[in-house]
RNA sequence: GCGGGCGUGGCGGAACUGGCAGACGCGCAGGAUUUAGGUUCCUGUUCUUCGGAGUGUGGGUUCGAGUCCCACCGCCCGCACCA
C-alpha cells in the first residue's frame, strides 16, 4: 500500500485533505461522539430511559446488522459492507428525526471461536475476548454510530443468563394445536387432572404413577429429550442439526462426513410452528427469494392419508395425488420401514435382509448418488388397493424415505416418474388412467396411444381419466386433477380409508451439541434420569473453567464412535446437590451445550435492555422499539424495522429466530409476533484470486498482469473470482485502506461500488475516485494553505440554487431508498458544479456548503462534521435537520425535450414546462432539423403526433 | 431435474410507473503545475466507413422497448428420489 500511502510531502499546501489530515479528523470526532454520548438512543423506561431526549429525538426506528463471529483474522474490507450501509441509514434518519436504536453485538460461542481456539491453545474465552477486543477497534475505527451501552456478547454470562432462562421457558411450555399457540405446561397438566382435556391413551390422570404422568407431560414439551436418529459428525465430535448438514451428507462446518444414528439429544419442537413460520411469511417484508427458500425448508405439502389393508393391518401411506389412487399397481416402502419385518414372507427374508443391510450401510451421500438407478426388492406379502380391490406386491425401496410423509407410498406409474423408472426396471405393470392430450405425444414425437409401453415418462398434468371407476366412484371423463382429487378424499374419508392432511419436511430441532465453548444447559437429573429445569433464581449456570475445554474427536469416517462431552469430564461441576423445593438432593448435571444459534435467537431482543437485571427486556421497552407499527401496514407483526445482514442465513439463523420468537410471543413476553419485519440481504465483497499450476492460491497481491494474462514470480497464474478472505489469500485489512485515504474514502467507496444488494468486485485502485471527491469537497469550502472556510454570505445564483434543490430532492429518495451510489453520483455532480462557481467567484455560498456537508454526513460522517465545525457550528450535526428541497426550485421554467421521428431522436427543443400537446407540437415542428428530417412531408399530413408533456414528441409522418 | 435471479463501454455500475442509453467513478489519451516521477487540476473518452449502429441471440407487442411477452444461449444462487 506504500504507492498510496504518504499523500503528504513538501510540495502539498498544508492544509489539503490528506490521509494524514482524515486520520487526525476522524479519530478526533471518534473520541467527542463517544466522549458527548452522541449516538445513544434513550429508552421509554428502565435504566437507558430519558424522557426529554425521547421526545427530542422523534418517531423510534431499529437497524439491525447480524452479528460478527469474532474471529482470529479480524476484519477484511468485505465484511463492514453491510455495517456500512446501516451506518450511512441510520445517520440519515437521525437527521430526519428518529429515535435510531443502532448497536452491535459479538456472537462468540460456537465452533469457530473453539476450533480457533483449539488451534492456538488458549482457552476460548481469552482468545475471544481479544478478538471481540480487535473488532471493536477496527469497527470503532470505522466511525459506525453504535451506542456502545447496549453492546452485548452472547458469551457474557449476564447475556446467557438469559438464553438459558428463555430455554426453561421453552421447556415449560407445550403446543395447544386447538388455539395454535404455545402454552405454560402447569396449564396442561391442569387440564388433564381436572379432566377438561383427555390424556393421549385415555388412562385418566389421577389412575397414572406419578412416572408415567411425567412422561406424558414430558412428551409434550417444546423441548424434550429424544432417542431418535440423528446427524452424528465423528470429525467433528458432536450431532449437529439437519440445516447444518450439506446436501452430500456432509457438515458445513469441516466438511466432515455425517452418519444417521440413534441418540439421546435434546430436540425443539419447531415442527409445532411449521404452519405459522410459513404464513407469517406473508407479513413480512424480505425478499422472495429467501421467503421461497423458507418456504421450501419447511416443505409444507397439502394431500392425503390412505390406508391399504394388509395381512399385517393398515399400511398408511401419504399421497399428494390421491385421484391417481386407480393407477396404483404396488407400494414402496422405505428399508426402515416398521412393517416391514412382518410383512416379510419366508422366501423373501434373505433378499430383504440384504437389502435391507445395504441400504443401511449406505450414507445419505450415497443414497442420493448421481445415477439413480431404481434399486429395491418384494417383501413377497401384498396389500388391497381400496378403490380397486385388487392385491398389489409390496416391496421396499431406499427411493422411499422414512423420514417424511408415513415412509411407504402407493405406487402410481404412470403418473409419477419415480413410479414409472421402478416399474420399468422390474417389470411391473403401469396401466394408464388419465389419456394425456395430442400435444403431449406431439412433444414426444410418439403416436397417440394408451399403451404405456411406448411412453418415454409418466404423464404428470390435467387429462380426462380413463379406467379410473368402481361402483361408487367414477372419474372418468374428469378434466382436472383438483376436482379429482376432491371426488376421491371425499369417497376415501367416507369410507374411512382415508382423510386430507398435510405433511412438511421440516423436522425438529437438534439442540444439544458435545462441545465445550456453549451455553451449559439449565437442567439437572435426578437419580432416576428425569430431567429437572433450574428456577431463575439459579442461573446462570456457568460454564466451567477448565484446560480441557478441546473435545473428543474421532476418526471422520469412524461412524460408531459415540460422542464424549468434555463438560462430562468435570465431576465436581456434574454432580451437585441442590435444593428444587423439596430439600437438597443430589443431582447430575446435563452435560452437552446449547449450539451456536441460540445466542443468536434473540440477541436483538437484549439490544433493546441490555442492564436490566430482572427481565430479559422490559415490556414497554419492548412494545416501544418492536411493536407492531400498523402504521405502516394493519397486519404489521411488528420487529426489527430494518435488519440487513447475507444471505447465508436464509434457513438457520433466521428460522431459528423466528421460532423463539413466536415462542416468547405465545407465553405473553412480546407484543410483536416476528423478531425481523424487514430484511434486507447485503452482496459479497468479492475479490480476484489467483492459482498456480499445482491448485494452490498465490499472494494476489504480488500478481503482475501482461497482455491479459496473470503472472507470479514469472509463472503464469489462473484468476478466479472469490469471496474475499484469508484462504484465497486476497483479503485487504480495513487498516491499510484507513492508513492510505482515511475510513471516509473507505466507507464511500463501499457505498459507491454498486447496489448494497449485489456482489461486486474490490478494486483498489478504484478507491482513489472517491478520495479525489473528498478533497474537491474540502477545497470547496476550505482555503487548502490556511484551513480556513472560504464560504461566502452571497447568494447563490439561480441555477446553482436549482442544482442544490434537484440534489437534495433526489438524495433523500436515494438515501431512503438504500440506494447510496446514486445518491453518492448526485453529491458528486453537485459538487463539481460547486467546483466551478468557486474557480469563478473565489469562494463557496454558505447555503450551498451547508446543505452540501449535511447531505454528505451519513456517508462520511468524520469530514462532514470538520467542515460543519469549520464553517461556525459548535454542536454535532448528527442531528441536524436534513436538507429539505424547496418544490418551487425543481420546477423549470422552460425544459429541453427531444422530438423523435418514427422513435428516432432527431432534435432537441425548448419548450414552457407547463406547455400543452398544441404549443409543443407547433415549435417542434417549427425546428429546421425537424423540418429537414420530415424531408418535405407536409406536417398537416403527419400520421400520428404522440405527445408527452414534459417529456417528449414523436412525430410519424 | 425443479425453483429463483441476472446478462448494458476496457472495468465497477446509472437509466423513476415503457419516453434523450451509458449518470458517477476507475482506467486510458492529451494538456497545466512540478527539475523529474508521483500528487493535484483541466479537457476528451460506446463503436463508427461519420450515413449511421448499438443494452447476450432470434422473434413479438407498441408511435416508441435495456425495461413488457415468447423461444434460445450463457452465468449465478437455492433445493434435490419430499411421494
Not at 428502565?46 to 429525538?57: I, T, V
Not at 449535511?854 to 462534521?865: G, K, N, R, S, W
Amino acid at each position: 500500500m506504500s504507492d498510496h500511502g504518504e499523500q503528504t510531502s513538501e510540495h502539498q499546501p498544508t492544509f489539503r485533505y490528506s490521509a494524514t489530515l482524515a486520520q487526525d479528523i476522524e479519530l478526533r470526532w471518534q473520541d467527542r461522539w463517544d466522549a458527548d454520548g452522541t449516538f445513544e438512543a434513550p429508552n421509554p423506561a428502565g435504566p437507558l430511559a430519558d424522557a426529554g431526549r425521547l421526545a427530542d429525538y422523534g418517531d423510534k426506528l431499529f437497524v439491525l446488522d447480524m452479528f460478527p463471529y469474532p474471529s482470529g483474522a479480524g476484519l477484511h474490507v468485505g465484511h463492514p459492507l453491510g455495517y456500512i450501509g446501516t451506518d450511512v441509514y441510520s445517520r440519515f434518519k437521525r437527521m430526519t428525526g428518529h429515535n435510531v436504536l443502532y448497536t452491535m453485538g459479538f456472537d462468540a460461542f460456537g465452533l469457530p471461536a473453539e476450533q480457533y481456539a483449539v488451534q492456538t491453545g488458549q482457552h476460548p474465552a481469552i482468545t475471544t475476548d481479544a478478538n471481540v477486543a480487535n473488532m471493536r477497534r477496527q469497527l470503532r475505527r470505522l466511525g459506525l454510530s453504535h451506542d456502545r451501552r447496549r453492546s452485548i456478547s452472547t458469551t457474557d454470562p449476564e447475556y446467557y443468563r438469559w438464553t438459558q432462562w428463555i430455554f426453561t421457558q421453552i421447556f415449560n411450555a407445550w403446543y395447544d394445536t386447538e388455539q395454535e399457540r404455545a402454552r405454560p405446561i402447569a396449564e396442561l397438566i391442569d387440564e388433564f387432572a381436572s379432566w377438561r382435556r383427555a390424556t393421549p391413551d385415555g388412562t385418566p390422570w389421577d389412575a397414572l404413577s406419578p412416572d408415567a404422568r411425567r412422561r406424558m407431560i414430558d412428551d409434550h414439551r417444546l423441548a424434550y429429550v429424544s432417542d431418535a436418529p440423528v446427524n452424528w459428525c465423528p470429525g467433528l465430535g458432536t450431532v449437529v442439526a439437519n440445516e447444518e448438514v450439506t446436501a452430500d451428507g456432509r457438515s458445513d462446518r469441516g466438511n466432515f462426513p455425517v452418519f444417521k444414528r440413534n441418540m439421546r439429544q435434546w430436540m425443539m419442537r419447531i415442527t409445532a410452528y411449521a404452519d405459522r413460520l410459513i404464513d407469517d411469511l406473508d407479513l413480512l417484508d424480505w425478499s422472495d427469494a429467501i421467503i421461497t427458500m423458507q418456504r421450501n425448508w419447511i416443505g409444507r405439502s397439502h394431500g392425503a392419508r390412505v390406508d391399504f389393508a394388509s395381512a399385517v393391518g393398515p399400511i398408511t401411506v401419504f399421497t399428494t395425488r390421491p385421484d391417481t389412487l386407480f393407477g396404483a399397481t404396488f407400494m414402496v416402502l422405505a428399508p426402515e420401514h416398521p412393517l416391514v419385518d412382518q410383512l416379510t414372507t419366508a422366501d423373501q427374508a434373505d433378499a430383504v435382509a440384504d437389502y435391507r443391510r445395504q441400504a443401511a450401510a449406505k450414507k445419505d451421500a450415497d443414497r442420493q448418488d448421481d445415477t439413480r438407478e431404481k434399486s429395491g426388492v418384494p417383501t413377497g406379502s401384498t396389500a388391497t388397493n381400496p378403490l380397486t380391490g385388487e392385491e398389489i406386491p409390496v416391496w421396499i425401496a431406499d427411493y422411499v424415505l422414512m423420514g417424511y410423509g408415513t415412509g411407504a407410498i402407493m405406487a402410481v406409474p404412470c403418473g409419477d416418474q419415480r413410479d414409472f423408472e421402478f416399474a420399468r426396471r422390474f417389470g411391473l405393470p403401469i396401466p394408464a388412467i388419465q389419456e394425456p392430450p395430442a400435444t403431449w405425444f406431439a412433444e414426444r414425437d410418439i403416436e397417440p396411444s394408451l399403451d404405456t409401453a411406448t411412453w418415454p415418462e409418466a404423464f404428470v398434468g390435467d387429462a380426462p381419466y380413463v379406467n379410473s371407476a368402481n361402483a361408487s366412484l367414477v372419474l372418468d371423463g374428469v378434466g382436472s386433477v383438483n376436482e379429482g382429487k376432491a371426488m376421491t378424499t371425499a369417497w376415501l374419508a367416507e369410507h374411512g380409508l382415508g382423510e386430507p392432511t398435510v405433511t412438511y419436511k421440516l423436522r425438529d430441532w437438534l439442540f444439544s451439541r458435545q462441545r465445550y465453548w456453549g451455553e451449559p444447559f439449565p437442567i439437572v437429573y435426578d437419580d432416576a434420569g428425569n430431567p429437572y429445569p433450574l428456577p431463575d433464581s439459579m442461573l446462570p449456570v456457568q460454564l466451567p473453567d477448565t484446560d480441557s475445554f478441546s473435545p473428543r474427536t474421532f476418526d471422520a469416517d469412524d461412524e460408531f464412535s459415540n460422542p464424549e462431552s468434555p463438560l462430562d469430564r468435570l465431576t465436581e461441576w456434574v454432580n451437585v446437590t441442590l435444593d428444587l423445593g423439596d430439600g437438597p438432593k443430589t443431582y447430575r448435571r446435563d452435560t452437552n451445550v446449547m449450539p451456536q444459534w441460540a445466542g443468536s435467537c434473540w440477541y436483538e431482543l437484549r439490544y433493546l435492555d441490555p442492564t436490566n437485571a430482572d427481565r430479559f427486556v422490559d415490556p414497554s421497552v419492548e412494545q416501544y422499539w418492536m411493536g407492531p407499527r400498523t402504521d405502516v401496514r394493519p397486519d404489521h407483526p411488528g420487529g426489527v424495522d430494518l435488519y440487513v445482514g447475507g444471505v447465508e442465513h436464509a434457513v438457520l439463523h433466521l428460522l431459528y429466530a423466528r421460532f423463539w420468537h413466536k415462542v416468547l410471543y405465545d407465553l405473553g413476553h412480546l407484543s410483536s409476533k416476528e423478531p425481523y419485519a424487514r430484511l434486507f440481504n447485503q452482496g459479497y465483497i468479492l475479490a480476484n484470486a489467483f492459482k498456480d499450476e499445482r491448485g494452490i492460491y498465490v499472494d494476489a497481491f504480488s500478481v503482475t498482469e501482461a497482455d491479459g494474462h496473470w503472472y507470479h514470480d514469472g509463472n503464469e497464474v489462473t484468476r478466479e473470482w472469490g469471496k474475499m478472505g484469508k484462504s484465497l489469500k486476497n483479503a485487504v485489512s480495513p487498516d491499510e485502506m484507513y492508513d492510505a485515504y482515511g475510513a471516509d474514502t473507505l466507507r464511500l467507496y463501499e457505498m459507491a461500488m454498486g447496489p448494497l444488494d449485489a456482489s461486486r468486485p474490490w478494486e483498489t485502485r478504484d478507491v482513489v475516485g472517491m478520495y479525489r471527491f473528498l478533497q474537491r469537497l474540502w477545497r470547496t469550502m476550505v482555503d487548502e494553505s490556511t484551513g480556513r472556510s472560504i464560504v461566502s454570505d452571497d447568494v447563490a445564483d439561480e441555477e446553482t440554487r436549482r442544482l442544490l434543490h434537484r440534489t437534495i430532492d433526489i438524495v433523500r429518495t436515494e438515501m431512503d431508498a438504500l440506494r447510496f451510489n446514486t445518491a453518492i453520483a448526485k453529491l458528486i455532480e453537485l459538487n463539481n458544479h460547486v467546483t466551478k462557481v468557486v474557480n469563478a467567484n473565489g469562494s463557496a455560498p454558505r447555503e450551498v456548503a451547508e446543505a452540501m456537508t449535511l447531505m454528505a454526513a451519513p456517508l462520511v460522517p468524520h469530514i462532514a462534521e470538520e467542515l460543519w465545525s469549520l464553517l461556525g457550528h459548535d454542536d454535532s450535526l448528527a442531528r441536524h435537520p436534513f436538507p429539505v428541497a424547496d418544490p418551487a426550485l425543481l420546477l423549470d421554467d422552460e425544459v429541453e425535450i427531444p422530438v423523435q421521428i418514427r422513435g428516432k431522436v432527431k432534435a432537441r427543443i425548448m419548450v414552457p414546462a407547463d406547455a400543452d400537446e398544441a404549443l409543443i407540437t407547433s415549435i417542434a415542428l417549427a425546428d429546421d432539423k425537424v423540418i429537414a428530417a420530415l424531408e418535405g412531408a407536409d406536417p398537416s399530413t403527419l400520421r400520428k403526433v404522440i405527445v408527452v408533456p414534459g417529456r417528449m414528441v414523436n412525430l410519424v409522418p
